[in-house]
């Protein structure tokens, strides 16, 4: 798999929980060499404003996915 492909799959909002709701890491996270994960972190923190700026309420899908955990 290549970078680009990776950082993506970091860039995700979505995250695998265990059977007991603990959030994991992408997979994608540990085969990144460190200056990619940088560059991921950005890329991630970019998307997340971007959501945020189309949602009519201003949340990103990472803040509503805690929201509707909270609410539960």
């Given at each position: 798999m290549d970078t680009p492909e990776l950082i993506e799959q970091v860039v995700s909002a979505f995250r695998e929980r265990t059977p007991d709701g603990f959030i994991q890491a992408a997979p994608a996270w540990h085969d990144l060499?460190?200056?990619?994960?940088?560059r991921?972190?950005?890329?991630?923190?970019?998307?997340?404003l971007i959501e945020a700026a189309l949602d009519p309420e201003g949340l990103s899908t990472t803040a509503k996915a805690v929201l509707a955990r909270l609410r539960r």
């Open positions: 060499e460190p200056e990619d994960r940088v991921a972190a950005h890329a991630a923190r970019q998307q997340r």
